[in-house]
């Protein structure tokens, strides 16, 4: 049974940074692409990052792009969403997902749907 669980959230000022990082155990997790989710408030939700087995292969949502970056160790099956420049606008509980690799754009792993397992979220609080 995969299992997810994500840590590093908090409270932080705006401008500050946060690291979340991402256990995964039950997968093969070189065969898998991983993927951080967010959800504010009232809102549905949304792609953030994406990064493929060879962790070279990654993808951003626009709004996040040049402040968080995602890697990932798969000697220690893990996956990281180092974000700065933080903004109110990022607050939300950020979600850890895998999903099975395959051919095709790194692109495709920026739907929700693409991916089996979730994490239970960690929430990130950003003060203005």
């Known amino acids: 049974q995969v299992q997810l669980v994500e840590s590093g959230g908090g409270l932080v000022q705006a401008g500050g940074s946060l690291r979340l990082v991402c256990a995964a155990s039950?997968?093969?997790?070189?065969?898998?692409?991983m993927g951080w989710f967010r959800q504010a408030p009232g809102k549905e939700r949304e792609f953030v990052a994406t990064?493929?087995?060879?962790?070279?292969?990654?993808s951003y949502a626009d709004s996040v792009k040049d402040r968080f970056t995602i890697s990932r160790d798969n000697a220690k099956n893990t996956v990281s969403l180092q974000m700065v420049s933080l903004q109110p606008e990022d607050t939300a509980v950020y979600y850890c997902?895998?999903?099975?690799?395959?051919?095709?754009?790194?692109?495709?792993?920026?739907?929700?749907?693409?991916?089996?397992?979730w994490g239970q979220g960690t929430q990130v609080t950003v003060s203005s």
């Open positions: 997902a895998a999903a099975l690799s395959r051919l095709g754009p790194i692109t495709t792993w920026s739907k929700s749907y693409e991916y089996a397992d």
């Open positions: 990064i493929r087995w060879s962790g070279d292969d990654t």
């Open positions: 039950g997968l093969t997790f070189s065969g898998y692409v």
